[in-house]
């Protein structure tokens, strides 16, 4: 039971990231999104972590592998993008 709860908290922390990355002000969820990004920038991040750590403790087998590779390929992306708005679009 224990292991199930951490990888729907995976999927929870996956699915918050994906809708972060593909964030739109205007549309019904906006309000939410942009609270996030109010409490911090890095949010993205913080979600990720635990992602990959629930995953960790989540099912064994092939889901634990496909969250963590979903949720370290989101962490560099937001990398590369967080990356690119400090140090500028050269």
Do not use: N, Q
């Not at 990720?48 to 989101?74: C, D, N, T, W």
Request: hydrophobic fraction near 60%; charge should be positive.
């Amino acid at each position: 039971m224990r292991h199930t709860i951490f990888s729907t908290l995976s999927i929870i922390c996956l699915l918050l990231t994906v809708l972060m990355f593909g964030y739109d002000s205007t549309k019904w969820y906006g309000r939410f999104f942009k609270f996030l990004y109010d409490i911090s920038m890095f949010m993205p991040f913080i979600l990720g972590g635990i992602g990959i750590v629930s995953a960790l403790l989540g099912i064994k087998g092939e889901y634990r592998f496909i969250l963590v590779v979903l949720h370290s390929f989101l962490l560099l992306l937001f990398l590369v993008v967080v990356i690119k708005v400090l140090y500028g679009f050269s």
